[in-house]
């Protein structure tokens, strides 16, 4: 039962998939982080259904790559990109880390934060539009990968605060089990990949971890660790790097076939 709850609290807290309420409490939380690839996974899902009918429905390319940013947005209610927004306005803000830490805090909207979240839709948007079917599974996976990643380096990188959204889930974790299962998937998921087509998953791949460096150098730098809103943050990243990595694979292989 406590397996299921850690389940339940994974998809109360990291989507807007209706499940049912579990008392918010350390013991739910145990085995949660080794569940958010979950979400990605009916994320990838949702997004192969939704390219399959455009394709027998005959619907324009830029409606169908439109519908396909949304989806993610619609199923985890955009808690990711709050994380975005925080962390480039803090980011941009060129304060010292309380600073940046303060900002990140705020509920408010800043201009760099709009600024930065229509650049990101916009380009999300471009790399859609471009992407082919050879990739659809492997961009459906990604969405499995970064999270993976990102619930791997809740668990492993350091914390720039003490509390907070990210620590509740991060300090009641059964850290070696969940390394071990994190690691499992990210395994399983490469290896999905590879079946599927391994030169656009190993562009992916590539792609997630330039993706995970980054946000470590970067977090550390700017904040002296991660916090929920650098994890929301990295996600956002994450996913439209294995996009655009994807992208270019897709180019490669015109290329050289």
């Known amino acids: 039962m406590m397996i299921f709850r850690s389940m ?12 049912p309420m579990v008392e918010w409490k350390e013991e739910n939380r145990r085995y949660s982080l080794c569940f958010f690839p979950l979400v990605g996974v009916i994320i990838g899902g949702i997004f192969v259904l939704w390219q399959y009918l455009c394709g027998i429905a005959d619907i324009s390319r830029f ?23 925080d962390v480039n306005d803090a980011k941009s803000s060129f304060g010292d880390r309380d600073k940046k830490l303060g900002i990140m805090s705020d509920s408010h909207i800043g201009a760099f934060a709009v600024i930065y979240l229509c650049s990101y839709f916009l380009l999300q948007l471009a790399l859609m539009y471009e992407l082919s079917g050879s990739g659809t599974v492997i961009v459906a996976c990604g969405y499995v990968l970064s999270r993976t990643i990102s619930a791997f380096s809740v668990v492993t990188f350091r914390g720039a ?9 991060a300090m009641p974790a059964h850290r070696t089990v969940t390394i071990f299962v994190l690691v499992m998937l990210f395994i399983g998921t490469f290896v999905f990949m590879a079946v599927s087509n391994l030169v656009l998953g190993i562009f992916a791949v590539c792609g997630a971890l330039v993706a995970l460096v980054y946000y470590r150098l970067s977090s550390y730098k700017n904040f002296g660790g991660i916090t929920g809103d650098t994890a929301g943050w990295f996600l956002q990243v994450c996913e439209i790097v294995i996009l655009a990595f994807v992208v270019v694979g897709e180019k490669f292989l015109e290329v050289i076939s």
């Open 8 to 19: 339940l609290s994974a998809f109360l807290m990291y989507s807007r998939i209706p499940v």
């Open 63 to 85: 409606l169908e790559s439109a519908v396909s940013v949304l989806i993610p947005v619609v199923v985890t209610g955009g808690i990711h990109l709050d994380g975005f927004c």
């Open 161 to 169: 605060k003490k509390d907070g959204t990210l620590q509740s889930f």
